[in-house]
Every structure is written in structure tokens, then in C-alpha cells.
């Protein structure tokens, strides 16, 4: 079973508004999850690090206000796309790792289409 | 900047025929990883290759890792349209970096 859950596995959603995608790391804790942006046919692109109690990491070029990220468990981080418009739609992934294996998990995506 | 250059970018074979997937970077890396993703999933770990030099075999599937560490190649023999998807390359710095991809499109 999954070890990483997203939440919703899709959303639509008016211009204008934010939206709000979960991830959840289950049967482990995650002090670090990922989130990543991939378009139809191209690559995953990371746009943060989610650092459980603290402000998370942002790649270079991607807004921190547009793409709020909170981490407030370990077991739970946040992604929410504020003022979203119709090029902020994409498949969004987030994954989680544990130390003590040295793995890295991926959720199962959320596609987010604006209108 | 690109930090790992795949190529090809797009390929679709018919069954049965071989293929290689290039995956470059001038950078050293101390470990490389292999994925495969499905649209609309996440993408699933193939393989980790750490030692220069390093072959690795899954099933129809042959992994290189480079001598200098900086490139590695994808071998997939005798594809069946069950290979079809993304394949993707990457490096764990402490967050994992993709390289651009390779679709994949095997016609039965």
C-alpha cells in the first residue's frame, strides 16, 4: 500500500481562488517532504522542501507567497496555491523519506486544472 | 542549467526492439537512481547505481553507471508495450533533482 497519500487526487478550481493539496507520510514520520510540479510530458520540477516546525526551502524562481507550504506535523504537510490561475495547472507531487532507510516515497500526484 | 541532460527526450519503437536511454552530467555524482513513471502517478525507484563502472540488471532492464560517475545509461532489451512511460534520472543531494526525462512509447 502507499506509504505516501496525496489529497484531493484532483481538483478544479476558479481563477482567483486557492486551493489546498495534503501530504501525508502513513506508518512513518517525515521531518522533510518535497513538493514537485511536473507538466504533460516533462519532467518533475522541485519547487520546495518542507521542513516539519520551520519555513520551508524554496527553489530558485518559485514564489513563497504564491505557494504556501506548511509542515505543521510530521506527519502532514501542506501545499496551498493562493490566487491560483489557469498556468499554475499541473500535476503536483510531494514525497517524504526516512532517515533511517534512506528512502524517499512519492505520493500519488494531484492534478490541479484552473478555469 | 540542467544538471542531468537525458536523452533521447522522446522515443516510440515497436515491440521487440531494443533501446538506450543516456542520462549526462558534467557534474561527479556518488549515486544515481533510475525511475519509471505512469501519468497520473508518482514515479516508482528502478534502480540505485553507486560504484563507477557499475552494471546492474533488472530483468529486460540494464543500468551502467560511468567510470567517472558522471553518466549513466538505461538498456532496456526487447520492449513490450508494458515498458511505456516516463524514465527518469536522478541525484539525492538531500532533496532528489530529476533530469528532464524520457517518454517512451512502446506500439505493439
Known amino acids: 500500500g502507499a506509504v505516501v497519500s496525496q489529497h484531493p487526487s484532483w481538483v478544479i478550481c476558479k481563477s482567483g481562488t486557492s486551493v489546498k493539496i495534503e501530504c501525508r507520510s502513513l506508518?512513518?514520520?517525515?521531518?522533510?517532504m518535497f513538493w514537485y510540479r511536473q507538466f504533460p510530458k516533462q519532467s518533475l520540477m522541485l519547487m520546495a522542501t518542507s521542513n516539519e516546525g520551520s519555513k520551508a526551502t524554496y527553489e530558485q524562481g518559485v514564489e513563497k507567497d504564491k505557494f504556501l507550504i506548511n509542515h505543521a506535523s510530521l506527519t502532514l504537510s501542506t501545499l496551498t496555491v493562493t490566487s491560483a490561475h489557469p498556468e499554475d495547472s499541473s500535476f503536483y507531487i510531494c514525497?517524504?523519506?526516512?532517515?533511517?532507510?534512506?528512502?524517499?516515497?512519492f505520493g500519488e500526484g494531484s492534478w490541479l486544472t484552473v478555469v | 542549467t540542467q544538471l542531468l541532460e537525458q536523452s533521447p527526450q522522446f522515443l516510440s519503437i515497436q515491440e521487440g526492439e531494443n533501446l538506450t536511454v543516456y542520462c549526462n552530467s558534467s557534474?561527479?555524482?556518488?549515486?544515481l537512481q533510475w525511475y519509471r513513471q505512469e501519468p497520473g502517478e508518482g514515479p516508482v525507484l528502478l534502480v540505485t547505481?553507486?560504484?563507477?563502472?557499475e552494471v546492474k540488471k533488472l530483468k529486460r532492464l540494464t543500468f551502467q553507471f560511468g567510470d567517472a560517475r558522471k553518466d549513466s545509461s538505461l538498456h532496456i532489451t526487447a520492449a513490450q508495450p508494458g515498458d511505456t512511460g516516463l524514465y527518469l534520472c536522478?541525484?539525492?543531494?538531500?532533496?532528489?533533482?530529476f533530469g528532464q526525462g524520457t517518454t517512451l512509447q512502446v506500439k505493439p
Open positions: 557534474s561527479v555524482f556518488s549515486s
Open positions: 547505481v553507486v560504484t563507477g563502472g
Open positions: 514525497s517524504a523519506g526516512t532517515a533511517s532507510t534512506n528512502t524517499i516515497y
Open positions: 506508518d512513518f514520520q517525515a521531518t522533510t
Open positions: 536522478a541525484f539525492n543531494t538531500g532533496k532528489l533533482i
